[in-house]
């Protein structure tokens, strides 16, 4: 059974804080993982990861995928109380299929 | 700016009601999706359409049909609502890409359902 497995399941930091967040895959017919960010509403996108070892970049987020190792990670470094939300990792199989995780709740305190 | 449409953010129904929920992109996306998200069990996919009229169910579509009439148009029902369906409800769409779905998901607001 395909699964998607999320790491912690949630963290409470202080501002300036580096956090690293985890995803682990198992899926048959994989073909990207995607990170998403939701506040109080609608997902919304991150990253999508296709290829090992290339990291993306988005201001002081990054993220990483490890195809051999099945897992992909988010950084973000000097975190700030706007980035509290509930992160959300999710890997495409096949044609129309995405399996989420549970998502990594983080809070971030003044 | 593309946009997921959730016609109704709050609702709240009594146990046998119907329930509509409606979602309309304007991104002229082939895929579109029904989510239900709940505490501790994530995003669970309801059903999902790579076409109009053609639907495909997913992982927990019991309870819940839908309907595709119109490429932009994706509509949930619930034939009677059951208190176990209060629940978050996230309508998304994608684009089709051959035979690679690589592609990102874009999501509607929500739809916080709660049955009495």
């Known amino acids: 059974e395909d699964k998607v497995v999320q790491s912690p399941l949630s963290l409470v930091v202080h501002e300036g804080d580096t956090v690293t967040l985890n995803c682990s895959y198992e899926?048959?017919?994989?073909?990207?993982l995607l990170w998403y960010k939701q506040e109080k509403k609608a997902p919304t996108f991150l990253f999508m990861l296709?290829?090992?070892?290339i990291e993306k970049k988005s201001g002081r987020l990054s993220s990483i995928l490890d195809k051999k190792e099945l897992f992909s990670i988010l950084n973000i470094t000097a975190t700030q109380t706007g980035d509290s939300a509930v992160y959300l990792c999710?890997?495409?199989?096949?044609?129309?299929?995405?399996?989420f995780g549970t998502g990594t709740r983080l809070k971030v305190l003044a | 700016d593309v946009k997921v449409t959730q016609s109704s953010r709050y609702l709240v129904k009594r146990t046998g009601e119907k329930v509509f929920l409606e979602c309309v992109q304007d991104?002229?996306?082939?895929?579109m999706f029904w989510y239900r998200q709940d505490p501790g069990l994530g995003l669970r996919l309801i059903y999902f359409?790579?076409?109009?009229?053609?639907?495909e169910k997913g992982d927990i579509p019991e309870g819940y049909s839908v309907s595709r009439e119109k490429k932009e148009r994706f509509s949930l029902i619930l034939e009677s609502a059951s208190t176990n369906q209060t629940s978050m409800y996230l309508c998304?769409?994608?684009?089709?890409?051959?035979?690679?779905?690589?592609?990102?998901?874009?999501f509607g607001e929500g739809s916080r359902l709660t049955v009495l």
């Open positions: 998304a769409s994608s684009l089709w890409r051959g035979d690679l779905n690589t592609g990102e998901l874009f």
């Open positions: 899926v048959t017919n994989f073909r990207s």
């Open positions: 296709t290829s090992s070892g």
């Open positions: 999710a890997v495409t199989s096949g044609t129309y299929k995405y399996i």
């Open positions: 991104m002229d996306h082939e895929n």
């Open positions: 359409s790579y076409d109009v009229k053609m639907k």
